[in-house]
C-alpha cells in the first residue's frame, strides 16, 4: 500500500470531527466556525494520519513513511508540519490540547475523533473547494495560479552581498535578519528562522532545495548593492514547488533610504502572500526601530559579529551596540543587543559574573523602559534573573510576559527550559526545549539543549547520541564537545572522553575557563594526576576565585568535600551563573547528604528541597 492509498483508506474520504474542528479529507479542508483555514498538503496529510489513530502513539518513521513515502527527508521536515497545525488549532506545545509530543519516539493525538463517510452532495460549504482547490492539486495534480491563493510559509535565504565587499557582508545578513523578524511577528505566517537558514549563507541560493528542506510554499531570494550612497535591492518571490516567479522586483535609493525600502519590500510581500493583515500588524510592519541611519547600521555590525560566537565577536559587536547607543540613546534594539552580547561574555568569554552581569541587567532593563513590546529583551532578562539574581519568580514572570509577545520566537521557550532543568523538572525542561526545537529545527543552541536535559536527568546514552548529532551539525560548537566528554565519563568510557576533551580544548582555546573545565572532566574520567594538577596551577595563577564553581567540581570528585563547600561559597559570594544549575550537576552529587548543601540553597534564596529530593521545590504559579 503506498502511502496515498494510506491516508485514504481506498480512496474512501471522510469526515473527521473533534471539539470546534472539522476536516474534510476529500477537499483538503480543516475548518473552524466555518471557516476554512489554510494548511499546506504535507501538513494536512500528516494531520489525517493521526486523526485516523486518536490517542494512539504514532511513531516519527510511521508518519514519515505515510506522507512522504520514498522521499528522503529530515525530521525536520516533519517537526515543521507539526508546529504549523499547532499553530493553526491554537495548541500549546507546553499543555496541549490536540497533539503532544512524545520526546524522542512520536506524536500522540490526544482528542476523541469523530469519523464518518464523507457524501458527495451537500458537504462543502459554498467557498470551500474555491479556496482549498489550488492546495490540495498542488501535491497531485497541475500548479494553481501563481498568487491565486493564500501563501503561509517562507523561507527568506541569506540576500546575496553583491559587491562582494567583505566590509558590507554585516549588511545584506542585516537586511535577511531583519525581514525575517518582521515577518515572524505575523500570526498567520510561518517563517523558517534566521538561525536555521543561516546555513546558506555565502552558498548559492536554490529555492526548490529549501523548500522541500524547510516545508514551505515560498522563498524570498535577494541582492544587496551599496556604492557610495546608492542602495540597490533587488527580491524575487518563488513558488518552491514548481520553481517559478511569483514576484520580483527592484527598490533604488540612497543609504538614508533603508527603511523606507524595507517598509515597501515588507508590504508589497505581505500583499503577495495574501496574509490580510490586522492593523496592529500593519503598523508594526511599518514601526521604524530608530531614526537613526547611523545607529542601524552600527547595530547590523554588532549582531553581525555576535552571531560568531566568538571571544572577538563578542568584543566587536559589544563595540558597535555601543555606538549605536551613542548614536541614538533610546535604540530599543540596540540596549537589547548590548544585554545579551553580556550575557554571552559572562558564560563563554571568562568576564567574572559579578563584574558582567549587572551591565547585562541594566541593558536589559533600559531596552523594555523604551520599548516594553520587546520579547527578546523580557527573554534576555528572565535569563539574567534566573543564573544571576537567582530569582525565579521574577524569572517566570518576564517569561510568560516574552512568549505572549512573540509566540514565534523560540527564545523564550530556550530560557523556559533553562528555568525548568534549573530545578530538576526534567519533563517540562524537555517540552520547553522541544517547542522551541518546533519553531527552530536546526539551531544547535537548542539541539544541544535536549542532550543536556538528557546528561543532567542522567539519561546519559540519549546524551550521547543527542550531543553526537549536535556535533554533526556543527562541529565547530565547543560546549556539545565538552558536555559530550562528560557524558562518556559518567559511562566509564574514559578513551572516547579524552578524545572529546581534545577536542573541546582545541576548540576553546581562547576560552579562560577551558584549563578549569578539563580538571572537572579528567577528574570524572578517573585521571586524578591530571585533575591534581590543574587545581594546582589554578591556585598558582591565583584563578581559584574566578573558576571557584569548577574548582568544587574537581574538590567533590576527589572526595575533598570541606574545600569544596568552601570553593562554593566563594562561588556564591562572586555570584557565579554556574551556581544556578547546582542541585542537578553530577559532578557535586557526592555533596547531596552534607547539610551543608541545602544551606548553600537557602543563602542563594533558592526554595529548599522537599522531603526526600535534592532540587529546590517549584515556587507557586
Same mark, same amino acid.
Given at each position: 500500500m503506498n502511502a496515498d492509498e494510506e491516508l485514504t483508506m481506498g480512496n474512501r474520504p471522510f469526515v473527521f470531527r473533534f471539539t470546534d474542528f472539522e476536516v474534510r479529507e476529500r477537499e483538503f479542508g480543516l475548518i473552524k466556525d466555518g471557516e476554512v483555514l489554510p494548511v499546506e498538503p504535507k501538513a494536512f496529510r500528516v494531520l489525517l494520519f493521526l486523526l485516523r489513530n486518536p490517542q494512539k502513539l504514532i511513531t516519527k518513521d510511521e508518519l514519515l513513511n505515510a506522507v512522504w513515502g520514498d522521499t528522503v527527508v529530515s525530521e525536520n521536515s516533519l517537526a515543521r508540519s507539526i508546529a504549523l497545525l499547532r499553530r493553526l488549532l491554537g495548541d500549546d506545545p507546553r499543555d496541549p490540547r490536540f497533539i503532544a509530543t512524545v520526546p524522542t519516539v512520536g506524536y500522540r493525538f490526544l482528542c476523541p475523533v469523530d469519523m464518518s463517510e464523507e457524501s458527495l452532495i451537500g458537504q462543502s460549504p459554498p467557498d470551500l473547494l474555491q479556496t482549498v482547490k489550488g492546495t490540495a492539486e498542488e501535491e497531485v495534480k497541475e500548479s494553481p495560479a501563481p498568487g491565486s491563493e493564500f501563501l503561509d510559509s517562507i523561507v527568506v535565504l541569506p540576500f546575496e552581498n553583491a559587491c562582494h565587499d567583505p566590509e558590507m557582508e554585516y549588511l545584506s545578513d542585516g537586511i535577511t535578519a531583519s525581514i525575517i523578524n518582521n515577518l515572524s511577528q505575523l500570526r498567520r505566517l510561518r517563517v523558517v528562522p534566521r538561525t536555521t537558514v543561516s546555513r546558506y549563507q555565502g552558498k548559492l541560493s536554490d529555492p526548490a532545495r529549501a523548500g522541500r528542506e524547510f516545508s514551505v510554499r515560498v522563498a524570498l531570494t535577494g541582492r544587496v548593492s551599496q556604492r557610495g550612497d546608492a542602495l540597490s535591492i533587488n527580491v524575487e518571490l518563488i513558488d518552491t514547488a514548481h520553481e517559478s516567479q511569483l514576484w520580483g522586483a527592484y527598490f533604488n535609493g540612497n543609504s538614508d533610504d533603508i527603511f523606507a525600502i524595507q517598509a515597501e519590500i515588507a508590504s508589497q510581500l505581505t500583499n503577495k502572500l495574501k496574509l490580510g493583515l490586522n492593523d496592529e500588524e500593519k503598523k508594526q510592519l511599518a514601526k521604524r526601530p530608530t531614526a537613526s541611519r547611523e545607529a542601524y547600521h552600527l547595530l547590523l555590525k554588532s549582531?553581525?559579529?555576535?552571531?560568531?560566537?566568538?571571544?572577538?565577536?563578542?568584543?566587536?559587536? +559589544?563595540?558597535?551596540?555601543?555606538? $549605536? %547607543?551613542?548614536?541614538?540613546? +533610546?535604540? *530599543?534594539? *540596540?540596549?537589547?543587543?548590548?544585554?545579551?552580547?553580556?550575557?554571552?561574555?559572562?558564560?563563554?568569554?571568562? +568576564?567574572?559574573? $559579578?563584574? %558582567?552581569?549587572?551591565?547585562?541587567?541594566?541593558a536589559a532593563v533600559k531596552a523594555l523602559d523604551i520599548d516594553d513590546s520587546e520579547a527578546n529583551a523580557h527573554a534576555t532578562l528572565a535569563y539574567i534573573h534566573l543564573v544571576y539574581d537567582w530569582d525565579l519568580q521574577g524569572a517566570r514572570k518576564e517569561l510568560l510576559r516574552a512568549i505572549e509577545l512573540g509566540p514565534n520566537l523560540a527564545n523564550g521557550h530556550w530560557v523556559y527550559s533553562h528555568w525548568y532543568l534549573s530545578q530538576g523538572l526534567y519533563k517540562e525542561a524537555m517540552r520547553e526545549a522541544r517547542a522551541a526545537l518546533d519553531l527552530d529545527p536546526l539551531s544547535v543552541q537548542f539541539i544541544y539543549q535536549v542532550g543536556a536535559i538528557h546528561f543532567f536527568s542522567r539519561q546519559y546514552d540519549q546524551a550521547i547520541e543527542q550531543l553526537a548529532a549536535t556535533n554533526e551539525l556543527d562541529p565547530t560548537f565547543a560546549p556539545s564537545h565538552q558536555l559530550l566528554a562528560a557524558a562518556y565519563a559518567q559511562k566509564g568510557m574514559r578513551r572516547e572522553a579524552m578524545a572529546e576533551i581534545e577536542e573541546g580544548a582545541a576548540l576553546a582555546k581562547n576560552d579562560p575557563r577551558s584549563t578549569a573545565l578539563w580538571g572537572v572532566l579528567s577528574a570524572m574520567t578517573g585521571d586524578m594526576v591530571r585533575a591534581r594538577k590543574v587545581l594546582d #596551577? @589554578?591556585?598558582? $595563577?591565583?584563578? =581559584?576565585?574566578?573558576?571557584?564553581?569548577?574548582? $568544587? &567540581? %574537581?574538590?567533590? =570528585? @576527589? &572526595?575533598?568535600?570541606?574545600?569544596a563547600f568552601a570553593c562554593l561559597d566563594v562561588a556564591r559570594r562572586g555570584r557565579s551563573v554556574r551556581l544556578a544549575y547546582i542541585a542537578i550537576a553530577p559532578e557535586l552529587?557526592?555533596?547531596?547528604?552534607?547539610?551543608?548543601?541545602?544551606? %548553600? =540553597? @537557602?543563602?542563594? #534564596?533558592?526554595?529548599? *528541597?522537599?522531603? #526526600?529530593?535534592?532540587?529546590? *521545590?517549584?515556587p507557586p504559579c
Open positions: 549582531l553581525y559579529w555576535a552571531n560568531k560566537w566568538t571571544p572577538d565577536g563578542m568584543r566587536k559587536g +559589544v563595540d558597535y551596540a555601543r555606538q $549605536a %547607543i551613542d548614536v541614538d540613546p +533610546v535604540y *530599543a534594539d *540596540a540596549w537589547t543587543a548590548l544585554a545579551y552580547l553580556f550575557v554571552l561574555m559572562g558564560f563563554f568569554g571568562g +568576564v567574572p559574573s $559579578a563584574e %558582567i552581569f549587572p551591565r547585562a541587567k541594566a #596551577g @589554578l591556585r598558582q $595563577a591565583k584563578s =581559584l576565585p574566578h573558576f571557584a564553581y569548577q574548582c $568544587a &567540581g %574537581i574538590h567533590a =570528585l @576527589l &572526595g575533598e568535600k570541606d574545600e552529587e557526592s555533596l547531596h547528604d552534607d547539610p551543608r548543601f541545602p544551606e %548553600i =540553597l @537557602l543563602r542563594m #534564596g533558592f526554595p529548599l *528541597a522537599e522531603p #526526600g529530593s535534592t532540587t529546590p *521545590a517549584l
